[in-house]
RNA sequence: GUCCCCAUCGUCUAGUGGCCUAGGACGCCGCCCUUUCAAGGCGAUAACACGGGUUCGACUCCCGUUGGGGACGCCA
């Protein structure tokens, strides 16, 4: 039995495109399922919108993710001399032609098609015409000399079977004027050359595929399994585009998405096994193949996206959470102290259940760090504190008398203080909140002294007496 | 316009002719818990697009309609 090989082959034009990146997690689970390989083709043929941070871009996201290839990526454009040379192969054998068309002719062409009510595509007009008949100022492309009667068929490991009539497929180019081979050709060969025995890519390429089909049938060459995944939509049922929102991974890394989140939402957006929804990579291995694959396009639902990282964010270690903490705050000028470590590690839990997001997270850990003298803006709020100078003059004294800060001394000296004063922690709980946070709302009071230690919480609320 | 694909709760999906009074998850709504915000617990609402067949029996098979999507480049 061959090993199994799959690949993902972006074309570096900018951002790794989130439908790409489940089209890479896809192809990469196949794979790792099968105990085969998973390699990265960088499609760079097009060099007027290839550019190298799109390169970067795209291998910083699948590194994000986890998804390393077994081999050295691949770049498609050095290979171009080697796909020109089959392009004359088939010339030589027959079975590709010079076509001496101008874009204009091809303009027209479609234009009278579209009229017509016939399919859009080129006419052969040069299939079978003497190149002595060639304009000299004209460079030809070459074409495929593709059948024109009887159908092409496709066996789809996702779709399943699908023919298109040959007469819906024109000769395709597969050697540009200047020489250069277009995606066509590059990746037919390439996935020969590689061995590619899977591929698996969005729906949006089936059509090509039948003209793919015919390319390797030109060739003489076996057909790779084929599966076309369906797309991934916006919220409104349309393609995905901008006005979607984010369409790059990186964009979903910035918002303090959890990589194993990002993957775990992107398998289980077109693809199901059972009622299965929190599953780990490790599980996904095992389980992945063809059949969990859906038909139908499906919606991004951030929602549930959300819903999924803040799983992940419970289930991260506290030492973990922490690293990923201080590499939120090196974004910001003030990078973590260790005291501010250590107050959060007694405070995580508290944050963490709080935190959809690592942004989240880590904006709810603000409390934490020094931001002493406490700033609060709003007068009413300040005009309450200061209604209740006494009682938190009070609570000072009572607090500092406090031998063991711990969570249970502390609840209990809590409710013994408000026994005392005759008071609900409804009337100065807002406040002191505000003391000690900032914020109205925040994890609970005594949750937060705790974390903050005797000595930072009482110079917090000695700050307001 | 031509060709191709798709169609279960708002969303992601389970369902492969009888296990379906259609299951789960997210969201939404309600209740409980609660010093806030969360989290958590409990519960509710909610779908087989439509019309024909086939069959003793269709969400499941076939055909059509409608709706949605994709492809029609010397882009990838």
Request: no cysteine; charged share 30%; glycine share 10%.
């Given at each position: 039995m061959t090993q199994i090989i799959t690949r993902f082959a972006p074309s570096p034009t900018g951002y790794l495109h989130i439908?790409?990146?489940?089209?890479a997690l896809f192809n990469w689970l196949f794979?790792?399922?099968?105990?085969?390989?998973?390699?990265?083709?960088?499609?760079d043929t097009d060099r007027a919108r290839s550019t190298d941070d799109a390169v970067c871009a795209i291998i910083d996201g699948l590194n994000w993710l986890g998804l390393i290839p077994d081999e050295e990526p691949i770049f498609q454009f050095q290979r171009a001399k080697h796909h020109a040379d089959m392009a004359l192969k088939l010339l030589n054998e027959g079975k590709a032609y010079y076509c001496y068309c101008t874009p204009q002719e091809l303009e027209e062409m479609r234009e009278k098609a579209k009229l017509e009510g016939k399919p859009q595509k080129y006419d052969g007009r040069w299939r079978d015409?003497?190149?002595k008949d060639a304009?000299?100022?004209?460079k030809p492309v070459i074409r495929l000399k593709a059948p024109n009667e009887g159908e092409t068929i496709l066996y789809d490991h996702v779709q399943g079977l699908i023919n298109v009539a040959n007469i819906q497929l024109d000769d395709m180019v597969l050697l540009r004027g200047d020489g250069t081979p277009t995606y066509m050709l590059s990746v037919v060969v390439d996935d020969f050359d590689m061995g590619i025995t899977h591929v698996i890519r969005g729906d949006d390429h089936l059509t090509n595929t039948f003209r793919q089909i015919q390319l390797y049938n030109a060739f003489g060459w076996?057909?790779?399994i084929f599966g076309h995944?369906?797309?991934?939509?916006?919220q409104d049922g349309a393609k995905l585009s901008k006005r979607h929102g984010a369409l790059g991974v990186e964009a979903y890394r910035d918002m303090g998405i959890l990589p194993e989140a990002m993957c775990n939402y992107l398998l289980r957006l077109g693809w199901g096994h059972g009622d299965d929804e929190i599953i780990n990579m490790q599980q996904a291995i095992k389980w992945f193949d063809f059949n969990g694959i859906g038909k139908s396009a499906s919606r991004l639902d951030m929602a549930k996206l959300f819903h999924i990282n803040h799983h992940y964010i419970q289930h991260k270690s506290t030492e973990e959470l922490l690293i990923l903490l201080e590499d939120q705050f090196k974004q910001t000028d003030k990078p973590l102290?260790?005291?501010?470590?250590?107050?959060?590690?007694?405070?995580?839990e508290g944050l963490k259940k709080r935190a959809q997001t690592l942004v989240e997270l880590a904006e709810n850990a603000w409390i934490y760090r020094d931001i002493r003298p406490i700033k609060i803006e709003n007068e009413d709020q300040l005009k309450t504190i200061a209604d209740l100078k006494e009682v938190f003059s009070d609570l000072f004294q009572h607090l500092s008398s406090i031998q063991e800060w711990s969570h249970p001394m502390l609840d209990l000296e809590l409710k013994l203080f408000l026994e005392q004063k005759g008071l609900k922690l409804g009337k100065i709980g807002p406040s002191l909140r505000l003391i000690l946070t900032?914020?109205?709302n925040a994890p609970s009071i005594v949750d937060v002294m705790l974390a903050l230690g005797k000595e930072e919480s009482l110079l917090r609320l000695g700050d307001f007496i």
């Open positions: 439908g790409s990146a489940r089209t794979a790792k399922h099968h105990g085969g390989k998973y390699l990265l083709r960088i499609e015409r003497d190149p304009p000299k100022d004209i076996n057909l790779p995944i369906p797309l991934i939509h916006g102290l260790s005291h501010e470590k250590d107050r959060i590690t007694i405070g995580i900032s914020k109205l």
